[in-house]
Every structure is written in structure tokens, then in C-alpha cells.
């Protein structure tokens, strides 16, 4: 699943990339086993109530189903491309998730937020690495049915500072938000990545994202990596 330059170069400049239907029907049914497997017995074999977020970590990359296609070619292939050699694997979640996400972005940060003099340089470089999200989506998802949404450039700096308060988990600075901006935070600009299963959705860590008007217990999970190094990493 080797990615052509125009690919490499989209994710650069964006921040994220789809894969569509990387995996067929069959290989979904056995992904999808062991996703049910991993979230029921981390549930203790108990029904998910759908009153609250259940969260994996750790544990999916270990199904062997799960563990065969993960180091297959079709993902590290395209991984080594847009995080260089040398790249590790640093972990997994698997989530059952209830209610909208809020705009978020993950650990890690690109080379670009480094600059002489930021009084934030010290926190920055302890998290000073280029990071990449596999997506996985279990269930179709859509716009307005807990799709993930991205702001395309918002992973590198100076926007991703413009953007900076946009972020909120639920309902905390919601309200500054709407104020500066003037509309609900789904109503920010964005673009939806539609999905369904076998597709493989790839985002940088930097990246603001978010999900909004799904239904209680849609399925994903994810696994993230970190780039060796920096030198080299487009800016």
C-alpha cells in the first residue's frame, strides 16, 4: 500500500490522508471480532450500557487478527513513508464512543511549532516529535453521524496557534469559543471525513479534530507512531 508523492505531499500540506478500503469485507469481519472480543472482556463480559465512553488502551494490537494485519506491508509501507525509518509504534486505543469528541489535538508536535525565543520552547521540545494516527472506523460514519473532522493546515504553525482556541473537552471554554467566533463548534469550518469500514484514515497528532452527532457505541480504534527523527520533516 505503498503512497504515490502526490499522497505524501497532500498529508504534508494538510495534515491528513484517506485510504480507502485498504482492507476487504472478510478481513473486516475478522478486525471486527477482535475489536468485540477486546472491548467485552475489558468490560468483564458485561453489555455496554452506552452511557459513557469505553476506552481501550494497549490491548487491540495484540488480537491476532488485529496483529497479523498490522504488520502487514500495507501499513508500515505507507507509515515509513510519511515518518521516515526508523519510526516506532507507541500505542493503541479502542473506544466505544457516546456523545460528540470537541476539538482536540493529540500528543506529539511538528518541527514547526519550534521557534527561537517561544516561551513555550521548553514544554514543546519535551513533546518535540512528529506524530501520525491510524484511523480505523468500524462503523459508516458521515458529517453529522460521528465522523472525524479535520481543519486541513491546522497541524502547522501559525495556524495551528490561530486555532489554538478552538480547543475544549465537552463543555469547558465553550462558551469563549462561540464568543470569539460566532458559531457552534460544529459549525466551524472543517472538512468531514466520511468513512466506512476498510478504510484506513491517517492525521497527524497536531492536527485539531473533532466529531459530532454519532450514536452511542460507534466503533473505533487507532494506533499511533512516532517518527524517529526530525531532520528532514517538512516544516
Given at each position: 500500500m505503498a503512497l504515490t508523492p502526490e499522497q505524501v505531499t497532500f498529508y504534508q500540506t494538510f495534515g491528513f490522508l484517506v485510504h480507502q478500503q485498504a482492507f476487504s469485507p472478510e478481513e473486516m469481519k475478522t478486525i471486527e471480532r477482535d475489536f468485540d472480543a477486546t472491548m467485552l472482556a475489558a468490560r468483564q463480559g458485561q453489555k455496554f450500557d452506552g452511557k459513557q465512553r469505553q476506552s481501550v488502551s494497549d490491548s487491540i494490537e495484540q488480537q491476532p487478527g488485529v496483529q497479523k494485519f498490522m504488520n502487514g506491508d500495507r501499513i508500515a509501507a505507507s507509515v515509513e513513508q510519511l515518518l521516515g525509518p526508523g519510526y516506532s509504534f507507541e500505542a493503541s486505543d479502542a473506544n466505544l464512543y457516546v456523545g460528540d469528541t470537541g476539538w482536540h489535538g493529540d500528543h506529539g508536535w511538528h518541527p514547526s511549532m519550534l521557534k527561537e525565543g517561544d516561551p513555550d520552547s521548553?514544554?514543546?521540545?519535551?513533546?518535540?516529535?512528529?506524530?501520525?494516527?491510524?484511523?480505523?472506523?468500524?462503523?459508516?460514519?458521515?458529517?453529522?453521524?460521528?465522523?472525524?473532522?479535520?481543519?486541513?493546515?491546522?497541524?502547522?504553525?501559525?495556524?495551528?496557534?490561530?486555532?489554538?482556541?478552538?480547543?475544549?473537552?465537552?463543555?469547558?471554554?465553550?462558551?469563549?469559543?462561540?464568543?470569539?467566533?460566532?458559531?457552534?463548534?460544529?459549525?466551524?469550518?472543517?472538512?468531514?471525513?466520511?468513512?466506512?469500514?476498510?478504510?484506513?484514515?491517517?492525521?497527524?497528532?497536531?492536527?485539531?479534530?473533532?466529531?459530532?452527532?454519532?450514536?452511542?457505541?460507534?466503533?473505533?480504534?487507532?494506533?499511533?507512531?512516532?517518527?524517529?527523527?526530525?531532520?528532514?520533516?517538512?516544516?
Open positions: 521548553k514544554f514543546i521540545k519535551s513533546r518535540y516529535y512528529p506524530g501520525l494516527k491510524l484511523a480505523f472506523y468500524l462503523d459508516p460514519v458521515a458529517r453529522d453521524t460521528g465522523c472525524l473532522r479535520v481543519i486541513p493546515g491546522g497541524h502547522v504553525r501559525p495556524f495551528h496557534d490561530s486555532l489554538r482556541s478552538i480547543y475544549y473537552t465537552l463543555n469547558s471554554e465553550l462558551a469563549s469559543q462561540i464568543e470569539r467566533f460566532g458559531v457552534a463548534p460544529q459549525d466551524l469550518p472543517c472538512h468531514a471525513i466520511e468513512s466506512e469500514p476498510g478504510d484506513i484514515v491517517f492525521f497527524s497528532h497536531q492536527m485539531w479534530h473533532a466529531s459530532f452527532g454519532g450514536r452511542s457505541g460507534r466503533r473505533m480504534f487507532s494506533f499511533n507512531f512516532k517518527g524517529k527523527d526530525f531532520e528532514g520533516y517538512p516544516a
